[in-house]
């Protein structure tokens, strides 16, 4: 699994996207967005994560996954961050 799909995985666990969600272009957006927030010494929220998330996908928050929820904030960071 590389890094795009971890994230995409993970976002899907953490925030409830539909199974088609995020797409490669809404992940891609969703970073860009993450970088702009840390490139000005922001550490995104978990609300700034959802805000961006759900601009992007707008099935978020409708699908809910079974299981423990151990997605943290500090993983999704450096997952969107990653180069």
């Known amino acids: 699994?590389?890094?795009?799909?971890?994230?995409?995985?993970?976002?899907?666990?953490?925030?409830?996207?539909?199974?088609?969600?995020?797409?490669?272009?809404?992940l891609a957006k969703i970073k860009q967005d993450?970088?702009?927030?840390?490139a000005i010494g922001i550490t995104p929220s978990q609300n700034d994560w959802r805000t961006i998330i759900r601009r992007y996908c707008p099935s978020t928050g409708t699908h809910c996954y079974?299981?423990?929820?151990?997605?943290?904030?500090?993983?999704?960071?450096?997952?969107?961050t990653k180069k």
């Open 1 to 26: 699994m590389n890094n795009d799909d971890d994230l995409a995985y993970r976002i899907k666990m953490k925030f409830g996207t539909s199974p088609m969600e995020p797409t490669s272009y809404q």
């Open 34 to 38: 993450i970088q702009a927030l840390v």
């Open 66 to 80: 079974a299981g423990a929820d151990t997605t943290d904030l500090i993983t999704l960071m450096q997952l969107a």
